[in-house]
């Protein structure tokens, strides 16, 4: 199971980065740092706050705009540095 804090480095790393919400998404394959990975998509696409983008040759992912202001406050609370930051 993958920790809070990891979830909210994945999810503050897709906004600050491109941001990429909605339809704009990043390769899957661009966060392998990350040691759970298919744990931290599957918990947090079962919530919904990744959306998935299975293309031919690579996996996208993507935050969900929907839940934009539940996904910042999670992030500002695992990740207080970032207070503020993300927009």
Known sequence: MASDLE?????SILARGKGNWGGKYDRMEHFKKFQ???DIIKELSKIGWVIVHN?????????????KQEIVYFIEM???????IIK
């Not at 979830?7 to 999810?11: G, I, N, P, S, T």
């Not at 031919?56 to 929907?66: A, M």
């Open 7 to 11: 979830k909210a480095q994945l999810m």
């Open 36 to 38: 759970n990975l298919k």
């Open 55 to 67: 293309k031919p040759s690579y996996t996208g992912i993507s935050l969900n705009n929907e839940y």
């Open 78 to 84: 695992n990740l207080p540095e970032l207070k503020g």
